[in-house]
């Protein structure tokens, strides 16, 4: 069986190169706040999601569908402390308007201040 090569380091065993791949492969999670509208401009909802970046939690909530009818308005990347106020549930599902007030009422408990 032939090692792979990395080009300018010499040969180095499958290994080396596939625990590299892996390390570069690690992704942060963080829990986003999407915000949709309806179609005359006011707020339809909030969708709660796990993901890398903004882009790929914007992807997964039209992968799911949840967002049909609707047009993206904002995301906000939650903090460690507000997600953790985050009931499970909530995770992966769109939220009424109210369901989301309340929410965002539970998680900015304790800071002080509401967005």
């Known amino acids: 069986m032939r090692k792979a090569t990395v080009p300018g380091r010499g040969r180095q065993p499958t290994s080396a190169v596939s625990s590299a791949v892996a390390t570069c492969n690690k992704v942060r999670m963080s829990l986003w706040w999407l915000t949709y509208n309806d ?30 009818g609707t047009s993206f308005a904002e995301g906000h990347e939650l903090d460690a402390a507000r997600s953790a106020r985050i009931p499970p549930g909530y995770v992966g599902m ?15 408990q304790g800071d002080g201040k509401r967005r």
């Open 39 to 68: 179609r005359h401009g006011g707020l339809h909802g909030v969708f709660v999601t796990e993901a890398s970046s903004l882009l790929s939690a914007r992807m997964g909530a039209a992968d799911s569908a949840l967002d049909k």
């Open 94 to 108: 769109m939220l009424s308007r109210k369901e989301a007030a309340q929410l965002l009422d539970r998680i900015e």
